[in-house]
């Protein structure tokens, strides 16, 4: 399996009190086409994602659709156990067959527990646990770094965690690289089987713009939400964890999106609020394993470190190394005047290891370039 890596960075930049603090846990909202964080709160601080995690099992999905691993008329055999998954769920029987499309279909609108297992155990040889190993070496390699997933529905498990930082850039991954599915996640109402499936996304009734995502709930995680929304030409997406009820996080999300499209309006400086509550999860275990270390030193992460590609007397000259270093490397460069005259060409906000990685395989690619601190 080829995944293709997300490069955006989320910057965090101040912070200052927050009135909303104690009606739930986490909180960002970025722009969906350049990455850029326009609010974050807590994004970095471990939670249980609950349904969110079926973010990763739609991602992987549809990376096998894309390959032809899978085609969206084939049916998946239902097995024992995904007949055996806790509500909420379609209720499926065991030896039954779902379409791959139904089953898509089935985890965007209604987020079914047993559909999750059946589409992790007919992608992954007939195990689930196999295939929650590869979401979290996955989720390494797309940039997620405090995210572990034990299952791939987000049925309570104290192992299975993430964060807000970590669902957004998930979101984005599926937005960038499998653009031909979105409209799954946009989906109101289904019908199956005879039976109509609401979308547990209010805001696509109540949001103007608004386009997708998904919702999330346990009893430990609390009601979570991915909204994302077009508006004046921008897209963005709003990530509430942990907020303690559904119409506080509906609330709440609409209040961050509004509140970010008025500041790419105005051009308002992001800003980091910082929770006068917050309730953090238990921070997940150090993951150790070679093969996840490899993809964590690949892997996009905050940072003092950088790359300069060089430092060029004209806007046009480094302008054309930002592309190079865009097509080549895959890597979002950006432009900084040094006051002299000159204009440097960097990716920054990068740990030490993502910074050498990036090194090395630049001047591989014959591009001359330095690390800096």
């Given amino acids: 399996m080829k995944i293709r890596k997300i490069l955006f960075i989320l910057p965090l930049i101040f912070s200052c009190a927050f009135a909303h603090a104690a009606d739930y846990r986490a909180a960002l909202v970025a722009d969906m086409d350049t990455g850029r964080v326009l609010i974050s709160q807590n994004a970095n601080m471990p939670n ?20 032809g691993r899978l085609h969206l008329d084939d049916y998946l055999i239902v097995s024992q156990n995904a007949a055996a998954a806790a509500p909420v769920k379609l209720g499926l029987s065991a030896g039954s067959k779902i379409r791959v499309e139904d089953a898509i279909t089935a985890l965007a609108v209604y987020s079914a527990n047993d559909v999750a297992r059946v589409l992790a155990e007919n992608l992954k040889g007939g195990k689930e646990n ?19 997933f034990e299952n791939s529905s987000g049925l309570p498990d ?21 653009p031909q ?15 109509t499936y609401t979308n547990g996304n209010r805001l696509l009734e109540t949001y103007p713009g608004c386009d997708g995502m ?34 506080i996080r509906f609330s709440e999300a609409t209040h961050l999106l509004n509140r970010g499209f008025e500041m790419l309006d105005s051009n308002t400086a992001p800003a980091t609020y910082v929770a006068n509550n917050p309730k953090p999860q238990t921070t997940p275990a150090p993951v150790n394993s070679p093969i996840v270390q490899k993809y964590a030193t690949d892997a996009p992460a905050l940072g003092g470190v950088g790359v300069q590609f060089g430092a ?27 006051g002299g005259g000159l204009y440097r060409v960097r990716v920054t906000g990068l740990s030490e290891s993502a910074a050498q990685n990036l090194k090395n395989r630049a001047m591989a690619s014959g591009i001359d370039c330095y690390v800096f601190h």
């Fill in 158 to 178: 104290d192992d299975h965690l993430s964060t807000a930082r970590d669902i957004a850039l998930l979101s984005m991954a599926v937005y960038k690289h499998f």
């Fill in 181 to 195: 599915y979105w409209k799954y996640f946009g989906i109101k109402k289904w019908v199956y089987n005879g039976k």
């Fill in 214 to 247: 998904k919702t999330g709930y346990t009893n430990k995680s609390k009601y979570s939400l991915v909204a994302t929304a077009r508006r004046g030409g921008h897209h963005l997406i709003s990530v509430i964890l942990g907020a303690e009820t559904k119409d």
């Fill in 130 to 148: 196999t295939f929650a190993s590869l979401m979290t070496r996955v989720a390494r390699e797309i940039g997620l770094t405090g995210t572990n």
């Fill in 48 to 67: 249980y994602p609950a349904s969110l995690t079926k973010i990763m099992t739609l991602y992987l999905t549809f990376d096998a659709l894309e390959h």
């Fill in 312 to 338: 060029f007397s004209s806007v046009d000259s480094a302008n054309a190394m930002i592309a190079r270093v865009k097509n080549t490397l895959g890597a979002n460069a950006h432009l900084e005047p040094n």
